[in-house]
């Protein structure tokens, strides 16, 4: 049996996808971690192995709506860079209360690793329509409000949510689709 619900079925298709820290650390309060996720987004679009259309980044979890011809293998590689180049951020910087968690909350299977950055899976939604497109970029844009972390979308920098306000963003976006 398999142990999602979720599959990328139309590999070729926007989705949208959560992925989220085991344990629901709070590992995003730092610049530097920040930078990797976007650092491995830039790599994934210039090297034309994905395309983003929206994204926010959360101090847990990180929603995201790309595309790709290979979308489960870009997920796999975006994730697992990404939590090699925490883990080595971590240990360098000795944050020891995290990398106890990392290593606590591992999934026993996982005999490959000392730590588990990533949750399994990333809910995998295809977009079907404009009208859905725009529900999820409103939802994605919409997460640091609704948290209580600003007034409005575009004044959280980790976000999409200024590209499609029309003001310079951290990181490209495609907005025609």
Known sequence: MPRTRYRIWEKDQPHFLTSTIVGWLPIFTRQETFDIILSSWRFLQSTQRMTLYGYVIMENHVHWIASSPNLPKEVGDFKSYTARQIIDLLEMQRVTVFLDHLRRLKLKHKTDREFQLWQEGSKPKQITSREMMLQKLEYT??????????DEA?????????NYAGLPGLLDVVMDW
């Open 141 to 150: 844009h919409n997460n640091p409000v609704e948290r209580g972390y600003v």
């Open 154 to 162: 575009i004044h959280w920098r980790h976000s999409s949510a200024r």
